[in-house]
């Protein structure tokens, strides 16, 4: 949370998004910081990973849902998942759509 604007600051020439679960951390970010984040519901709970760790549909939710199709279509040169937290809405949804977008 509180490297975002070193990452953003890094990639200055670059296209830098965040993608977040917190509604609480957002508003505590600089506005350029919350003018590039996407608010995330991946529609799954970490008591739910063993159950859904290959389910495609279930884990996707969020990249069909609610990821914009301009940040689906973009050719990413790196993508970092940091979080979400572990016991919250769990990592399933992140790290999963982060390989989708990673592409081949």
Not at 68 to 90: E, M
Request: some cysteine.
């Amino acid at each position: 949370g509180h490297d975002s604007p070193m990452w953003f600051a890094l990639n200055r020439a670059g296209l830098t998004r965040f993608v977040e679960t917190s509604a609480e951390w957002v508003s505590k970010q600089p506005r350029y910081i919350q003018a590039v984040t996407l608010r995330a519901d991946y529609g799954h709970h970490y008591s739910e990973a063993y159950g859904i760790r290959c389910d495609p549909d279930r884990l996707g939710h969020f990249l069909r849902t609610q990821m914009p199709p301009t940040l689906r279509k973009t050719c990413w040169d790196v993508i970092i998942v940091d979080a979400p937290l572990g016991w919250g809405p769990g990592r399933m949804g992140s790290i999963y759509t982060a390989a989708q977008l990673a592409g081949p």
